[in-house]
């Protein structure tokens, strides 16, 4: 194993604050956290690697004690079998899915993509055609999620799509269970703080819950990247 080169940073500061600010400082690539599992009533404030996620200048990856494990610690081997995009078909779920796609490429990794439709999506009033109607939200879904995997990556990768209805954050979890996902990528919109963040997003409760680690994509923000262009990390 080669030699690790590292650093030991004490910084008296928020703990979101100076963790985005030192990564974009020094062009971090990813964050890796360890988040406690937290009670309900607590988690409605969110945790630090909540709010890091939201603020950080790059990914982030979030792990919790009692998951499911696939990094050995005495060994340093990567058993990352299986791993699971949650793909909405924004910018960030591509970011999520490139990703995914590298990890999946370095440890030949089978790749999952779900896509969860929303009883919105597909609602009629016309009773007698509305299950072939409904058939067709899921197939159109099916057939958009196939799309986004590069035709180059189907040649070395393993993938498998679903499409599902509900809260996103239910089946994801839900099909992370089933599928004994090693990993989940999902994609996190901006960095507000409103009550919808306060009350926890998909992304928050995917990563309060989730059965494996997170990593939550962010694009790369280096400190000069996000000065430029006017923006606080």
Known sequence: MPKLEWEGIVV??????????????????????????RAHAAALLGSTAESVCRTA???????????????????????????????DFSDYSELALSYALS???????????IHVLSPADH???????????????FQKAAKLL??????????WCEFKVAVREGPPYREVLAYAEEEKID???????????GMRALFGSNVD???????????????LKPLSVAANNGEKT
């Open 205 to 219: 409760r995917v990563l309060r819950q989730a059965p494996c680690p997170v990593v939550v994509a962010r694009p």
């Open 57 to 87: 200048p790059c990914p982030v990856l979030v792990t919790h004690p009692q998951e499911r494990e696939w990094a050995g610690l005495s060994t340093n081997e990567i058993d990352l079998k299986r791993i699971l995009v949650a793909h």
């Open 123 to 137: 609602q009629h009033t016309d009773v007698g055609g509305l299950e072939s109607r409904t058939e067709g939200a």
């Open 12 to 37: 008296e500061e928020d703990p979101v604050i100076a963790i985005s600010r030192e990564a974009a400082e020094r062009a971090v690539s990813l964050i890796v956290m360890r988040s406690r599992r």
């Open 103 to 113: 990890f999946a490429q370095e440890y030949q990794s089978e790749l999952h993509l």
């Open 183 to 193: 990993l989940v990528c999902i994609g996190m919109r901006g960095t507000g703080f």
């Open 146 to 155: 196939d799309r986004v995997i590069p035709a180059e990556a189907r040649l």
